[in-house]
């Protein structure tokens, strides 16, 4: 029987040496296999089909991984901090979950002396996971083809990119609903993380674009997200200290969530950490922009002549999200173009210009508004400009209820 060599962690008298192993490899695909690389090097695997994992490089680890098939793991010797590729590493062909846990925190892969635009990681198969790790100097720190349905991406930073992360495959997570699984997309040159036409359902949750802490910019060039894409779900993000939009949604994308975001502020909700775009900015259709606080931005929300059918609900559009500062959006708390909108029961107040600006044919709806005043109604937190300012036909402000 043919065997392949890897490495396993032996665990005695308190000591974590790897230890060289020998298992059966089986037939292709039947044994899973964690490869452990411990040479930073980027040399690849001399001999494919000799069945030896050699040299411990992350080239060969996923050379081995690949020519095995299956389902195997990746990690990484605890002394390792960086790696560097010389060239582009092959893509994932087979389900592999890569760890990149080292004692200094997490492996750094840097692609700045790569020569071409490629990115960190090209995930090919589908149910992959990649966790704390750091990509740098990359095209893209991640991508996928669009057979790499129901990947996790986690607990990764992406700074020094282009774009941080771009999202082609659909059903994949990043981040999740736990906020200590959260990816850090800071500093890059495009978008923090980005998502493909190609791309739907995903979700994008509690993740960190912008900032680094949640507390200070580390400012993406563009968009901290940028989504395209159909039924993508952007939750409990922190979308904010960006130089462009905090969250900018296109006219490819189709019936997006975006629910409990931070946008304009910092995660204590309570200071500002503005995006110099919009906090919002898009031309889709079908969006549902919900209980998302913003403020600190040029506009609050941009909702754009090719947009349709949004849905804006319970959003505090201006104040901070503890509703005791009113930083104000620098300009609008809300501009409609030409669009159509639902704009329902949100506190919108203290805007340096109209709360609600509705210009162009787009049949907007207004209703059971808080606009220039506290949540009670009782305080004067007056937008600088009008309340609701209409320049477009076909405009319902209020409703034959009183409640409206």
Not at 119 to 148: C, D, H, K, Q
Not at 244 to 255: D, Y
Request: net charge neutral; hydrophobic share 35%; charged share 15%.
């Amino acid at each position: 029987m043919r065997k392949i060599l890897f490495c396993a962690l032996l665990l005695t008298s308190g000591l974590n040496q790897p230890v060289t192993a020998q298992v059966p490899r089986g037939t292709s695909s039947s044994v899973s296999t964690t490869f452990l690389v411990s040479d930073p090097g980027d040399a690849p695997d001399p001999d494919i089909f000799d069945d030896i994992y050699d040299p411990p490089t992350l080239r060969s680890a996923i050379e081995n991984a690949n020519y095995q098939g299956g389902a195997h793991s990746i990690v990484f010797a605890a002394g390792l901090t960086v790696i560097q590729p010389l060239l582009p590493l092959s893509g994932t062909t087979g389900q592999v979950t890569i760890d990149g846990t080292v004692a200094a925190g997490k492996i750094i892969l840097d692609g700045s002396l790569v020569s071409v635009n490629t990115s960190g990681l090209f995930l090919i198969a589908a149910g992959s996971t990649v966790r704390n790790m750091e990509f740098r100097g990359w095209f893209s720190g991640i991508s996928f083809a669009g057979g790499a349905t129901n990947c996790i991406i986690q607990k990764n930073i992406f700074t020094l990119n282009s774009t941080g992360l771009h999202v082609s495959a659909s059903n994949t997570l990043v981040g999740g609903p736990n906020p200590e699984d959260r990816n850090l997309a800071y500093g890059n040159t495009v978008d923090g993380i980005a998502t493909a036409a190609s791309a739907s359902d995903n979700i994008i949750q509690n993740n960190f674009c912008g900032t680094r802490d949640g507390l200070t910019a580390s400012p993406n060039t563009r968009a901290g997200l940028y989504v395209r894409g159909q039924r993508t779900r952007i939750l409990g993000n922190i979308l904010s200290g960006n130089q462009g939009p905090g969250l900018e949604i296109t006219q490819a994308a189709v019936n997006t969530l975006v629910r409990g975001n931070i946008i304009g502020a910092d995660s204590t909700r309570r200071a500002q950490l503005p995006n110099i775009g919009d906090g919002i900015r898009t031309s889709a259709s079908g969006d549902s922009i919900v209980d998302n606080v913003i403020t600190g931005n040029a506009n609050g929300i941009s909702i754009l002549s090719l947009a349709a059918g949004t849905v804006i609900r319970g959003n505090i559009i201006g104040p901070n999200g503890t509703l005791d500062s009113l930083f104000g959006n620098r300009f609008d708390g809300i501009q409609l173009i030409g669009a159509s909108a639902v704009i329902d029961s949100n506190v919108i107040s203290g805007n340096k210009s109209t709360g609600i600006r509705i210009t162009g044919y787009g049949g907007a709806v207004v209703r059971r508004n808080l606009i220039g005043t506290d949540p009670t109604g009782t305080l004067d937190w007056g937008n600088t400009s009008a309340g609701v300012l209409i320049q477009a036909c076909t405009t319902t402000v209020g409703g034959p209820s009183p409640g409206d």
